[in-house]
């Protein structure tokens, strides 16, 4: 049983800094990929970057590449998502995610992710 608790988000200004954390149990973060995904109101949710578990490697979403990263911590089994530059766009309900193990890429869709934290708000307001 994979358990994801998450931690962080709240409100900040635009232009502000947050940082998400997730700690899963019931796995290793280097048997399967880990994402991070938003769903603002009335809209769909949406990846916002993932990390491959064979090396690490990352991929983002257009809209937040060069503002957000994500990394993980394999001695603790955290992944972390510092966002910067929040702008008003950016808020929403974020949630991390793992799949199976199966994906040799890591991918931004919602559907192939299998274990879900409980979700953070991330307000961004004046």
């Known amino acids: 049983q994979v358990k994801l608790v998450q931690s962080g988000g709240g409100l900040v200004q635009p232009g502000g800094s947050l940082r998400l954390s997730c700690a899963v149990s019931?796995?290793?973060?280097?048997?399967?990929?880990t994402g991070w995904f938003r769903q603002a109101p009335g809209k769909k949710r949406e990846g916002v970057s993932c990390?491959?578990?064979?090396?690490?490697?990352?991929n983002y979403a257009d809209s937040v590449k060069g503002r957000f990263a994500i990394s993980r911590d394999t001695y603790n089994n955290i992944v972390h998502l510092k966002m910067n530059s929040l702008t008003p766009e950016d808020p929403g309900i974020y949630y991390c995610a793992t799949d199976r193990g199966w994906q040799w890429e890591c991918d931004l869709r919602p559907v192939v992710y299998d274990s879900w934290g409980q979700g953070t708000p991330v307000t961004v307001s004046s």
């Open positions: 990390i491959r578990r064979r090396d690490g490697t990352t």
């Open positions: 019931g796995n290793t973060l280097e048997d399967y990929a």
